[in-house]
Each structure stands twice: as C-alpha cells, then as structure tokens.
C-alpha cells in the first residue's frame, strides 16, 4: 500500500509492524510476514541509519522502537496508522495482538 512511497514493500512491513507493537526484532518481523531475516535486517539497518528507527540491546538480540527524536515522527505514525486501518482484518487483528509472554498456567480462557 505505502510500497510507491517508501520505496519498498520491506520498509513498509518494518514500520507497520513497529507502529502496531511499539518494538521488534528481526527474526519476529520476518516470522509475522513470512520473509527472509536478511531482507527485514536490511530495511531495519537502513532505517536505522536514517535516524527513523533507534536500537537497542536486550540480551543477543537487537530491539528496534521508532526513534522519538526523529523531527517527522509525528506524522509519519498517522500516515502508519491510516495505512493500518486498509489492511485485511484478520492480519490487522494479528499485528496489533502483542502478546509476548505464554498464559499462567491453570487461567481460565
């Protein structure tokens, strides 16, 4: 959708998975999405160089949230967020689920 805009349908996926859960890494990313890790390192590198995406470490693993001193910050999470709303449902639906940690065992459903 905002593929002719941002140059590449890799970029978009990165920055609408981002704007519906806040952060991620790459294997996450490309797990959601079905794509190659390289591919989703490569846009997240590239972001991140941009000034858009900042990281962070968590363990082995490299977190990646949006930049908060980035100057367009603002209106390009409404731009993510119209774009959003376009999705199908159920991929909607998915993306903004941000469940992280499995369910205390012995809870009811």
Same mark, same amino acid.
């Given at each position: 959708?905002l593929e002719?805009l941002?140059?590449?349908?890799? %970029?978009e996926?990165?920055l609408?998975y *981002?704007?519906a859960? &806040?952060? #991620? +890494?790459a294997?996450?990313?490309a ?6 890790v ?8 590239r972001l ?5 995406l900042a990281a %962070?470490?968590?363990?082995?693993t490299? *977190?990646?949230?949006f &930049?908060? #001193? +980035?100057?367009?910050?603002?209106e390009?999470?409404?731009?993510l ?10 991929q ?7 469940r992280r %940690?499995?369910?205390?065992?012995g809870k009811?459903?």
């Open positions: 959708m002719a941002l140059g590449s349908t890799g %970029r996926r990165v609408v *981002l704007r859960r &806040n952060e #991620g +890494y294997r996450e990313m797990r959601f999405f079905g794509t190659g390289i591919q989703i390192q490569k846009q997240l590198e991140e160089v941009a000034g858009i %962070r470490p968590a363990g082995r490299r *977190l990646y949230a &930049n908060p #001193g +980035y100057p367009f910050l603002r390009l999470t409404a731009l967020d119209k774009a959003l709303q376009f999705y199908p449902p159920e909607r639906e998915t993306l903004l689920m941000n %940690r499995p369910r205390r065992k009811p459903l």
